[in-house]
Nanobody, 125 residues
Framework: QMHLEESGGDSVQAGGSLNLSCIIS???????MGWFRQLPGKDREGVAT???????KYADSVKGRFTISRDLTKNTLYLQMNSLKPEDTAMYYC????????????????????WGQGTQVTVSS
């Protein structure tokens, strides 16, 4: 059974940076990894995903500002967030999915098979 635990969320001012982490335990070989976010009352949306081979995909809203990476020796997925904007405020979740299309998964978060509990990011103007 896979367990995901996020950390690193905080309150920052616009223009600031945060680095989110997601420690993944259990058997995750063959799984894509990704970051998603959700505002209260809104649908969860994809932010960035990364393939088994390390190829990243990003939502247009975060391209050039966010970077997804992973350190498999530490079983950890990261999301480096720079130039943060108030509209980035959300609960951020990491997730995993086995197989399929990487971009399609980002557009269809309900396909996620394993979720973390989330970490809150708040960006003030």
């Amino acid at each position: 059974q896979m367990h995901l635990e996020e950390s690193g969320g905080d309150s920052v001012q616009a223009g600031g940076s945060l680095n989110l982490s997601c420690i993944i335990s259990g058997h995750y070989s063959g799984y894509y990894m990704g970051w998603f976010r959700q505002l209260p009352g809104k649908d969860r949306e994809g932010v960035a995903t990364i393939s088994i081979g390390g190829t990243p995909k990003y939502a247009d809203s975060v391209k050039g500002r966010f970077t997804i990476s992973r350190d498999l020796t530490k079983n950890t997925l990261y999301l480096q967030m720079n130039s943060l904007k108030p509209e980035d405020t959300a609960m951020y979740y990491c997730g995993t999915k086995r197989g399929g299309d990487l971009m399609a998964w980002m557009l269809n978060p309900w396909e996620t098979q394993n979720w973390g509990q989330g970490t809150q990011v708040t960006v003030s103007s």
